[in-house]
């Protein structure tokens, strides 16, 4: 899965087309769930979120579904753009005493002109 | 509204120098945050702040030091680098510990 792992899965996809960019999180007790957009050289930037009590949300072009049985996390954008083209990560925030948010590695993703 | 702004940009040390991260939010988020970013790897928390004058150790504190001193701003200093530290370092500021984390354009710094 994503959550560890020293090589960046790498994702194209065609211009227009829809892309589904999958995470697998470590622990079954998180409750809160992000997906970031990285571009070359910027910081992180939020995409959509969803709690655990939840297990689709949607946002402008992206849709989040969320299986905890399987501890799966999945990232869907429509109609892909260029602009489009980064890294994204998904984090997850684990409860109990040592809140923190942990971070995937990474999917690259490219779309194709 | 600037957001999450980071200083500086770019920084090349030598081995044993110090220095320090400035982060600066204008959301009047209580918790900060500093990551760092290497290849291959996901981004590990350092040290956080959950309010003014408050610190906590993250994943990766070694080496590092954080001071809030004022709710808008968080520091972040090395006190003697070493070639691992090594990295893009990113600030972040959240409203709260479950709500999004927004993060600042990073600091790029080499030790050599």
């Known amino acids: 899965g994503e959550s560890v792992g020293l090589h960046l899965p790498t994702l194209s996809v065609q211009e227009g087309d829809n892309s589904i960019i999958n995470c697998a999180y470590s622990n079954s007790a998180s409750d809160y769930f992000i997906w970031y957009k990285q571009e070359s050289g910027k910081g992180p930037q939020f995409i959509i979120d969803?709690?655990?009590?939840?297990d689709k949300r949607q946002g402008q072009r992206v849709t989040v579904l969320l299986n905890k049985t399987v501890k799966h996390l999945s990232l869907q954008i429509a109609a892909t753009q260029p602009g489009d083209s980064a890294v994204y990560f998904c984090?997850?925030?684990?409860?109990?005493?040592?809140?923190?948010?942990?971070f995937g590695t990474g999917t690259r993703l490219t779309i194709i002109p | 509204n600037a957001g999450v702004t980071q200083t500086p940009k770019f920084r090349v040390l030598k081995t044993g120098q110090s220095m320090t991260l400035l982060c600066a939010q204008d959301?009047?988020?209580?918790?900060m945050y500093w990551y760092r970013q290497d290849p291959g790897m996901g981004l590990r928390l350092i040290h956080y702040?959950?309010?003014?004058?408050?610190?906590a150790k993250g994943e990766v504190p070694d080496g590092y030091n954080v001071s809030r001193l004022k709710k808008q701003n968080f520091l972040l200093g090395l006190e003697s680098a070493a070639p691992s530290q090594t990295s893009v370092y990113f600030c972040?500021?959240?409203?709260?510990?479950?709500?999004?984390?927004?993060f600042g354009p990073g600091t790029r710094l080499t030790v050599t």
């Open positions: 959301m009047n988020h209580e918790y």
């Open positions: 984090a997850e925030n684990t409860n109990f005493g040592n809140e923190k948010l942990t």
């Open positions: 702040s959950v309010g003014e004058g408050t610190t």
């Open positions: 972040a500021s959240s409203y709260g510990l479950v709500y999004e984390q927004y």
């Open positions: 969803i709690r655990s009590n939840m």
